[in-house]
């Protein structure tokens, strides 16, 4: 729990404390007096402190009054000792910079345990260890630079990597974003990222509030209380961007089942962002981007205007939109006529609108005007350099004052970081964004568009036979169901599957031969992989058939029963579901067969789902024309799978139990969606 002492402390104690700023223990102090920290800064050190607006102390004892925060820049060994020193003083917020915890092995851990367990028998507040610090309104707690300008609707930061936060602020800057509130959050042994978007949703005001929350995550400890921060503050009115990293095929885990083969680290934490409605990013240079676009006038369509002198920028550009789903229109020559008379001989207007090398500030404004009033723009990217031909300075104010007047947003690339480096900082220093890369700009924007809604806490679960389903759970021991047992918690679920009898002897196969119609199928129970075991047989269509088959099944090592099936023909489809830790369960699900082995053509979500997320995910799919009906092929039941794949994701969130779940194949027509392999793991 972040307390007021770390948020805004009366004073401050500085352990470690130097007269050198090159060090952590001095450079801090300057930035608390540069800052403009109002309280009591204290140095604790036992040689000399002398440094003007701060009071040294040798001892924690020597100490005159209770301090709130206390920043440490000592070693880690020493820090626990103090720390228990400072509680019995009534310290109650704690910043160590100190490295030497869990991240440095077993004596780290160790470490690290005694100071989380002195933190939390005192109710205090510790970030980190090893981080750099806070800074927000009251004070700069930090032993790095830059310190940006405190905006109080900047963008508000949470790193677990210090030098990352640095790396991340210094680009960020020179493209003029602004902050207010930065944590940097170390080992996160107390405060991780979920305590601080906790704080900042219970002390969200939509007045005075910033919108916009940027986060560098190395590690998510408690997902379900990460998602319930985030969903929050996104529904009141907040953007939230993030990078994940530690992700690798290194991250995924060995599993049994086609589900748990598709499943990462990266993939659950893409779901979890989905789920929250985060956009995902993959680097500093597109979270910046992100970010940016966050800072501008919200696009309310996908129809962008591509203003330039640059031909080359234009086709750049036009590729990354188009190539995320978003719109370049062309322009009617008819409407656009006026406007490139207005233009020099030799420009363009179809869109990407190209006013040349010689394009002027007149000419500049003239064409957004045009663009701001045309229906089919929703939003432009005005891409303006500088050849080194003339000074742009009234180009940069003319699209200053664009971006004011003008209904639709406008994001300016303005590349020219030398012929044009003072008119840039001008530029920005009105409060102004620069995307310095027109195609990160690109992706940035498609992203932003197309940022999932959250709807996490709202889901509506299907109707289902949940006494059931619970008696089978709570009757079935650890491994994989049964068939029948699998049949049965596919029933009660309300998913369909294919008609089929269990035989575990010759005698049970001729009871049900008056049951079933012919053609069937029959596959071997017990190996985990039929197909590996030549365990399947097609097109049984006869009683002398069955018996044959069902003698060859028997036969193959680890056979238990034979599954005797109708048999239906159709497009393969897919839906899985495992199980991932505290995330909860994955479901996965596309099309089947070689789609599923070769292409991987899946989408994936954290369950439960609502059927409009699972739609739009369906759409994505790349084999989707199939399901709506491909080169005269009547489309398949997308409706039934739909519904399926809300059925399975509501089945393992009623039954957490489920470790894996395989629906592979399912067997789709026009009219039909059926189950015709089960597969259930349970893991208690």
Do not use: W
Not at 100 to 107: I, L, Q, R
Not at 215 to 234: D, G, V, W
Not at 316 to 322: C, E, R
Not at 535 to 558: C, D, Y
């Amino acid at each position: 729990m972040i307390n007021s002492q770390l948020i805004s402390p009366r004073n401050i104690i500085v352990v470690g404390a130097s007269m050198n700023e090159q060090k952590p223990g001095g450079k801090v102090i300057l930035n608390l007096l540069e800052g403009g920290f109002t309280g009591e800064i204290y140095a604790l050190n036992k040689k000399p402190i002398d440094i003007q607006g701060v009071t040294h102390v040798e001892e924690v004892q020597n100490l005159t009054e209770t301090v709130d925060l206390a920043i440490l820049a000592v070693p880690a060994k020493v820090c626990v000792k103090i720390i228990k020193e400072l509680i019995e003083t009534g310290t109650k917020a704690f910043i160590i910079y100190s490295a030497g915890f869990s991240e440095a092995g077993e004596e780290g851990i160790q470490l690290e345990k005694e100071l989380l367990a002195l933190i939390e028998n005192a109710n205090a507040s510790l970030i980190g260890p090893n981080c750099i610090g806070v800074i927000n309104e009251n004070y700069k707690g930090v032993f790095t630079s830059p310190i940006p300008e405190y905006d109080p609707q900047g963008c508000e930061l949470i790193s677990s990597s210090g030098a990352t936060a640095v790396f991340f602020m210094e680009a960020a800057i020179l493209n003029g974003l602004r902050f207010s509130n930065i944590y940097s959050i170390g080992n996160a042994s107390h405060i991780g990222v979920e305590e601080v978007l906790e704080h900042m949703d219970q002390n969200f005001d939509p007045e005075t509030s910033p919108k916009v929350k940027l986060l560098y995550l190395e590690q998510i400890k408690h997902p379900f209380k990460f998602l319930k921060h985030a969903t929050s503050l996104i529904k009141k009115g907040c953007k939230i961007a993030a990078i994940k990293s530690g992700y690798s095929e290194a991250g995924g885990r060995a599993a049994s089942s086609h589900t748990g083969a598709l499943a990462t680290s990266d993939t659950v934490v893409r779901a979890l962002f989905q789920k929250a409605g985060i956009v995902y990013c993959s680097s500093r240079e597109e979270l910046i981007a992100v970010a940016s676009v966050f800072q501008t006038k919200p696009l309310k369509g996908k129809n962008i205007a591509i203003i330039t002198h640059a031909g080359g920028s234009a086709v750049m550009l036009t590729d990354a939109l188009s190539s995320k789903g978003m719109q370049i229109p062309q322009l009617d020559a008819k409407d656009t006529a006026e406007l490139l008379k207005q233009l020099h001989p030799g420009s363009s207007v179809d869109n990407p609108i190209d006013f040349l090398a010689t394009g002027n500030a007149k000419q500049l404004g003239l064409i957004i005007d045009f663009c701001d009033q045309h229906p089919q723009i929703d939003g432009m990217v005005v891409v303006f350099g500088s050849p080194g031909l003339f000074n742009v300075k009234d180009v940069y104010e003319v699209l200053e004052e664009k971006m004011k007047s003008c209904k639709h947003p406008i994001y300016p690339v303005l590349p020219s970081v030398m012929n044009a480096k003072n008119e840039i900082q001008s530029f920005l220093k009105n409060g102004r964004v620069n995307f310095a890369d027109e195609v990160v700009l690109g992706n940035a924007l498609a992203h932003v568009y197309s940022m999932p809604k959250s709807d996490y806490f709202d889901v509506e679960l299907p109707k289902m036979d949940i006494v059931s389903i619970r008696g089978i759970i709570n009757a079935s021991k650890n491994g994989f169901l049964n068939a029948n047992d699998a049949a049965d918690l596919m029933k009660a679920a309300g998913v369909p599957i294919a008609q089929q009898f269990t035989c575990k002897s010759s005698q049970e196969l001729k009871t049900i031969q008056k049951s079933i119609q012919f053609p069937l199928v029959m596959k071997v129970v017990g190996p985990v992989h039929k197909t590996e075991v030549k365990g399947v047989r097609l097109n049984i269509s006869s009683p002398a058939e069955m018996e044959t088959a069902f003698e060859e099944l028997m036969a193959i090592p680890k056979a238990t029963s034979v599954l005797v099936q109708e048999m239906i023909k159709g497009e393969e489809l897919f839906v899985g579901s495992i199980k991932q830790g505290e995330f909860g369960h994955l479901v996965i699900f596309g099309f089947g067969g070689i789609f599923l082995e070769l292409l991987n053509d899946t989408v994936y979500a954290l369950a439960p789902l609502e059927k409009h997320e699972v739609k739009n995910m369906i759409r994505s799919l790349k084999g989707y024309p199939i399901i709506e009906g491909y080169r005269g092929n009547p489309p398949l039941d997308e409706e039934r799978f739909i519904d399926i794949i809300v059925r399975v994701g509501a089945l393992v969130h009623i039954a957490p139990e489920i470790l894996e779940l395989d629906l592979n194949p399912l067997l789709a027509t026009k009219n039909s969606v059926k189950a015709v392999d089960i597969r259930v793991r349970i893991e208690k």
